[in-house]
């Protein structure tokens, strides 16, 4: 049970924008069934998503026709899952949760990943504001034996990484990769690197939130040879967990292209400032 302030905000006396509960998840997963091509992954997270009540729906008329979720991975603000009813796109409702979203996040800096080939999104979020900060590929692996000369870094300062990425990925939300972030990725043993001379290749590693079975992989800077050595000691350490598959991220910018990733979608993570206090 969410025991936070309940926001709600009104539009009109039909529509509103409030906080899910159990009872809207049938209607939302109806809705989202044929949401890409693939179909959705929203009735993998519904749950999840609940319990932090930061999931909200929008309703008009007292039907549910949007959802979405916001969450605050290491203080910072992270929108996603933004959904309208296909029979209600085109309508202004997605402009509304996205300034419901700023209402409720009030202050810092607000991201969000989009794919890049999915335009009314892309649009959608360049109307309200966000700008481009990062282009991340997203690339598949599978788990496998395999020998590396990488390992784990408990310590490992930001001048030796060549090209470091602005940010890095953890389940799908990218975040800040700044001197502070890193110190804690290196301390928490999730940090992957590999030497030459005195310059570092680094990727980082997590498990999926979402799906226990999913090994997830950042590049965020270094050598093509040592970016091998990462996705060799990455598919060893994914088979040892007992992953199924390995997802891998490399930044646009640094043309990764080994022979042993599945190569697949691009991805923008988009950033807005909302500076200190949003005026309600
Ligand atoms: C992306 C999505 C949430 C947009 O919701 P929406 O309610 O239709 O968006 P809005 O009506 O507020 O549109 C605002 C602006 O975004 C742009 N836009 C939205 N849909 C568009 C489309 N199909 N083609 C081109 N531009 C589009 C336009 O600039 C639009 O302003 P305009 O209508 O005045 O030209 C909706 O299309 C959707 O649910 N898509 C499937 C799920 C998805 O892709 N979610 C986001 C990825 S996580």
Not at 215 to 240: C, P, R
Request: aromatic share 10%.
């Amino acid at each position: 049970m969410c025991d936070k302030v309940r926001y709600q905000i009104g539009y009109g006396n039909a529509m509103e924008i409030r906080m899910a509960t159990m009872k809207d998840k049938e209607t939302v997963l109806g809705f989202c069934r044929h949401t890409f091509s693939w179909g959705d992954y929203i009735g993998d997270v519904w749950d999840r998503w609940l319990v932090s009540c930061n999931l909200y729906v929008l309703e008009e008329d007292g039907a549910i026709i949007g959802a979405y979720h916001i969450a605050f991975p290491e203080n910072e603000s992270w929108i996603e899952g933004m959904r309208v009813h296909p029979r209600h796109r085109r309508r202004g409702l997605g402009t509304k949760m996205m300034s419901h979203a700023e209402s409720v996040i009030k202050k810092g800096r607000i991201r969000l990943v989009v794919e890049s080939e999915n335009r009314p999104s892309i649009n959608l979020v360049k109307f309200v504001g966000y700008e481009l900060e990062e282009e991340w590929r997203l690339f598949l692996m599978s788990p496998e034996r395999q020998a590396s000369s990488a390992s784990v870094a408990h310590a490992l300062s930001r001048d030796v990484i060549p090209d470091l990425t602005l940010t890095y990925q953890d389940s799908w939300r990218w975040q800040p990769l700044d001197t502070m972030a890193l110190e804690k990725l290196s301390r928490g043993g999730r940090v992957l690197a590999f030497m030459e001379g005195s310059r570092a290749s680094v990727g980082i590693w997590n498990r999926s939130e979402d799906f226990p079975m999913t090994f997830q992989l950042g590049l965020v800077g270094g050598t093509a040879k040592g970016f091998d050595e990462i996705l060799k000691l990455a598919k060893n350490m994914a088979y040892s967990m007992g992953c199924e598959r390995i997802q891998v991220f490399a930044a646009e910018k640094t043309m990764v292209d080994s022979p042993l990733l599945e190569k697949r979608s691009l991805f923008y993570v988009m950033k807005k400032d909302l500076g200190k206090i949003y005026n309600l």
